[in-house]
Each structure stands twice: as structure tokens, then as C-alpha cells.
């Protein structure tokens, strides 16, 4: 199984700054990582896909890259509707697994 | 617009079973995978089981493999999946998604609470 480790756990950042999150797989997962954004009491949204690939309506602050076993989600200038949970996802092998989660608190 | 609406949550006693259901619309259902995903109270995303577009090939996390059956009726675009032996682990919100290995549609869940 591909374990997934997100870091931050938390990251409190203010609104107008820009926002790194970090997503490890224990073994290469060849791009195919997605990152979601979730927000309390809803389900996951899907912003990436092929590491770098913005999902339909995902707004262009929002990018995404990296390959192998290092990939990383940047918002660029953060937004008050941008405060969420952040979970990437490979879909390499089987079974799919999820990060943790990070969560994006306001400062 | 794709829509993605999950039934048959609830509270079940500790070796009952449960069926929940997942009704689309808006996308062609016969073809595409799909997926049943779950999250526990408080915690992160776990991937649940998986079907093929035809229904001919289906995956299980190992927590649920043995207890779980997924299917799906492509004539009534709906998915399934039969939930037996529950424990108290099981208890969390259940959601299908619509799959291209990621998942880029999600339904808005159903809570399923094991418990005596």
C-alpha cells in the first residue's frame, strides 16, 4: 500500500498570502495525484489531477505540481472561501489512499 | 450537472447490515468506474471499494473485504453497496463518487452509525 504524508498538519496563514502544502508517497505514484478541498459538513471537491491539472471551475491560484514522490499545492493569493481541509490522493496502484489532510486556518 | 445523492445511512447495531444506494444523474453512468469513499468522525478520506463500468471487475480496502459488496444497476444509473457484519470502525459518513481513478465528482454523503 502507498502510504500518503501531508505536511503541514496545520497552517495558519493570512488572507492575500500565498499557501504551500506538501504531500508525500512512500513509493513514486508517476504523477497520478490529486488534491481535493473540503469544507465542514460538505463532501471533498476535486481541484487537481495529474499532479499539475486544474479540475473544470478550480480558479487559477490554485496549481499544483511536482512528480514522483514529492508534489505540492500552492494557492497564490488566499481567499476567505480558500480556509478548508486539503487531502491529495494517489490513484497509481491499488489501494487508492489519502493523505491525512492539511488544514488551512486564517491567521 | 452532474448529481451524485446517497441513501440508506443510519444507526445499525454492532453485526448488523445495511444497504446504501447512490443515485446519479447528469453523466453518462455505463461508463464510468465508480466508487464508495468514507470518512470517520473527525478523521481523513478512506478509499472504500471500487466497480468497473460494466460491473465486471470490483476492489476492496482490506478493512471491509469479505463484509462489503459493491454493484450497480447501469439501467437505473444507480450504485450499490451491501454493508454486512458492521462494526463499530464502520461508522462514518459514506460517499460514492464518480471515478476516473481520481475522483472528481462526490455525492453529499450519508452518515451510517454502528452502535448498540
Request: net charge positive; glycine share 10%; aromatic share 12%.
Amino acid at each position: 500500500e502507498t502510504v500518503m504524508t501531508q505536511s503541514p498538519a496545520t497552517l495558519s496563514v493570512s488572507p492575500g498570502e500565498r499557501a504551500t502544502l506538501s504531500c508525500r508517497a512512500s513509493q513514486s505514484v508517476r504523477s497520478n495525484l490529486a488534491w481535493y478541498q473540503q469544507k465542514p459538513g460538505q463532501a471533498p471537491r476535486l481541484l487537481i489531477y495529474a499532479a499539475s491539472t486544474r479540475a473544470t471551475g478550480i480558479p487559477a491560484r490554485f496549481s499544483g505540481s511536482g512528480s514522483g514522490t514529492e508534489y505540492t499545492l500552492t494557492i497564490s493569493s488566499l481567499q476567505s472561501e480558500d480556509f478548508a481541509v486539503y487531502s491529495c490522493q494517489q490513484y497509481y496502484d491499488w489501494p487508492r489512499t489519502f493523505g491525512q489532510g492539511s488544514k488551512l486556518e486564517i491567521k | 450537472e452532474v448529481q451524485l445523492l446517497e441513501s440508506g445511512g443510519g444507526l445499525v447495531q454492532p453485526g448488523g447490515s445495511l444497504r446504501l444506494s447512490c443515485a446519479a444523474s447528469g453523466f453518462s453512468f455505463s461508463i464510468y468506474s465508480m466508487t464508495w469513499l468514507r470518512q470517520a468522525p473527525g478523521k481523513g478520506l478512506e478509499w472504500v471499494s471500487a466497480i468497473t463500468d460494466s460491473g465486471g471487475k470490483t476492489s476492496y480496502a482490506g478493512s471491509v473485504k469479505g463484509r462489503f459488496t459493491i454493484s450497480r444497476d447501469n439501467s437505473k444509473n444507480t450504485l450499490f453497496l451491501q454493508m454486512d457484519s458492521l462494526r463499530a470502525e464502520d461508522t462514518a459518513v459514506y460517499y460514492c463518487a464518480k471515478t476516473q481513478g481520481y475522483f472528481d465528482f462526490w455525492g453529499q454523503g450519508t452518515l451510517v452509525t454502528v452502535s448498540s
